[in-house]
């Protein structure tokens, strides 16, 4: 397979064939697609007027996961065949909203994430896209890291179940996301990301990536940007392109390649914000500059 690059759908202004169109002109190779507005869009046979009509009469939210219709599913995958782009990933998006990581299984809140995890596993073995990504962040104390392996392991089950990988994208110090993925078996690894640990202050991202291994890595996100305004790496700082900010773009680069990791290189690159453009510049020329740095730095 060798090294290959996809992007974020997150990292256009708009979503769906657009975004291919837009990741396509810019010379990706792939796309991670977000959940399509994911487990609370109003579900199409109650018309969502008001909040309570949301409700079944056993008070249970009629809610609907447009990744699983059909036609959903088939304006992405026409748009990613026109246009000779792989979909890499479901990312589950709205997951995070839902706070899946606050909520016990017993929990009607708790109940609906596992709705949401099973639906994205589901979607993603329909449109035969090889991973579901889930972002497991901001796991304080014993309860919040007990509820989260609980619908991890949930979802693990699943994965196995459906012929899915899980990749999880996490917050964890670096000894803690090695030991989390290990605990969940073989369905599960890693959605690297290494500008993350600059943010949350775990420690170095390119010492980080050497000790995870390539075995526990199914994709690596990059991202870069420049200070916030105290002068700390940040995702609220001044955006950047890649190679452009305070993560060491090069040395994770070296870092890789001495790993001879092979797989997907996903850009997290926001190239709708205004940071980006310049005077005539569209988003897709800004996404390709990233493409041409990502191509030179790999020597592909």
Same mark, same amino acid.
């Given at each position: 397979?060798?090294?290959?690059?996809?992007? @974020?759908? =997150?990292? =256009?202004? @708009?979503?769906?064939?657009?975004?291919?169109?837009?990741?396509?002109?810019?010379?990706?190779?792939?796309?991670?697609?977000?959940?399509?507005?994911?487990?609370?869009?109003?579900?199409?046979? #109650?018309?969502?007027?008001?909040?309570?009509?949301?409700?079944?009469?056993? /008070?249970?939210?009629?809610?609907?996961?447009?990744?699983?219709?059909?036609?959903?599913?088939?304006?992405? /995958? *026409?748009?990613?065949?026109?246009? *000779?782009?792989?979909?890499? *990933?479901?990312?589950?998006?709205?997951?995070?909203? !839902?706070? =899946?990581?606050?909520?016990?299984?017993?929990?009607?809140?708790?109940?609906? @994430?596992?709705?949401?995890?099973? #639906?994205?596993?589901?979607?993603?073995? !329909?449109?035969?896209?090889?991973?579901?990504?889930?972002?497991?962040?901001?796991?304080?104390?014993?309860?919040?890291?007990?509820?989260?392996?609980? *619908? /991890?392991?949930?979802?693990?089950?699943?994965?196995?179940?459906?012929?899915?990988? /899980?990749?999880?994208?996490?917050?964890?110090?670096?000894?803690? !996301?090695?030991?989390?993925?290990?605990?969940?078996?073989?369905?599960?690894?890693?959605?690297?990301?290494?500008?993350?640990?600059?943010?949350?202050?775990?420690?170095?991202?390119?010492?980080?990536?050497?000790?995870?291994?390539?075995?526990?890595?199914?994709?690596?996100?990059?991202?870069?940007?420049?200070?916030?305004?105290?002068? =700390?790496?940040?995702?609220?700082?001044? %955006?950047?392109?890649?190679?452009?900010?305070?993560?060491?773009?090069?040395?994770?680069?070296?870092?890789?390649?001495?790993?001879?990791?092979?797989?997907?290189?996903?850009?997290?690159?926001?190239?709708?914000?205004?940071?980006?453009?310049?005077?005539?510049?569209?988003?897709?020329?800004?996404?390709?500059?990233? %493409? !041409?740095?990502?191509?030179?730095?790999?020597?592909?």
């Amino acid at each position: 397979m060798g090294i290959r690059f996809g992007v @974020c759908e =997150f990292a =256009f202004p @708009c979503w769906g064939s657009v975004a291919i169109k837009m990741a396509h002109e810019a010379g990706f190779q792939g796309m991670q697609i977000a959940d399509a507005g994911g487990y609370l869009q109003p579900h199409p046979e #109650n018309n969502g007027y008001v909040e309570y009509e949301r409700y079944g009469l056993d /008070l249970r939210r009629k809610d609907s996961f447009p990744l699983l219709f059909r036609e959903v599913q088939e304006d992405y /995958l *026409s748009a990613a065949r026109e246009y *000779s782009l792989e979909l890499t *990933s479901i990312y589950l998006y709205t997951l995070e909203h !839902q706070g =899946f990581i606050k909520y016990s299984a017993d929990t009607p809140q708790g109940t609906q @994430c596992r709705e949401s995890l099973l #639906n994205g596993i589901r979607a993603a073995a !329909q449109m035969k896209i090889p991973t579901v990504t889930v972002a497991a962040k901001g796991m304080f104390g014993t309860a919040q890291n007990d509820y989260a392996l609980q *619908s /991890l392991r949930y979802a693990a089950q699943a994965a196995e179940e459906y012929g899915v990988q /899980l990749a999880v994208l996490s917050d964890l110090a670096p000894e803690n !996301q090695r030991k989390l993925v290990d605990a969940l078996g073989e369905r599960v690894k890693l959605a690297f990301d290494a500008y993350a640990p600059l943010v949350y202050g775990t420690g170095d991202p390119v010492r980080q990536l050497k000790e995870s291994g390539t075995q526990r890595i199914d994709h690596i996100r990059l991202r870069d940007s420049g200070p916030d305004r105290e002068g =700390f790496s940040s995702f609220d700082g001044a %955006v950047s392109l890649l190679g452009q900010g305070k993560a060491p773009f090069r040395e994770t680069v070296q870092a890789i390649r001495d790993m001879d990791y092979t797989g997907w290189i996903i850009s997290d690159t926001p190239y709708y914000h205004p940071d980006l453009r310049t005077a005539g510049e569209s988003y897709a020329s800004a996404a390709a500059k990233d %493409v !041409q740095t990502l191509r030179a730095a790999f020597e592909v």
